[in-house]
């Protein structure tokens, strides 16, 4: 995005979205591996990304046991290394 360039209320809310899921990934990250925090924001934004995507197609309701079995599968997975 260009700075300064106007924003529609849907790029805010996905910002807000990322920036959020970034905070929680970083703050709940296993602390005994070396963990990089870009990699910990970029992450949160692509799932952020992911889940604005299925709200735009009436998908959310139908997939959200899914994707919380499998990001609660790969923090386990990360946990046990």
């Given amino acids: 995005m260009v700075p300064g360039a106007s924003r ?3 790029e805010q809310v996905q910002m807000i979205t990322s920036t959020i899921f970034g905070i929680i990934l970083s703050v709940f ?3 005994d591996t ?3 925090p870009a990699s910990l924001m970029f992450k949160g934004m692509m799932t952020a990304n992911k889940i604005q995507e299925k709200k735009q197609q009436q998908e959310l309701s139908a997939s959200l046991h899914e994707e919380s079995q499998q990001i609660l599968k790969d923090f386990i997975r990360e946990a046990g290394e």
């Fill in 8 to 10: 529609t209320p849907r």
């Fill in 34 to 36: 070396a963990v990089d």
């Fill in 29 to 31: 990250a296993p602390s």
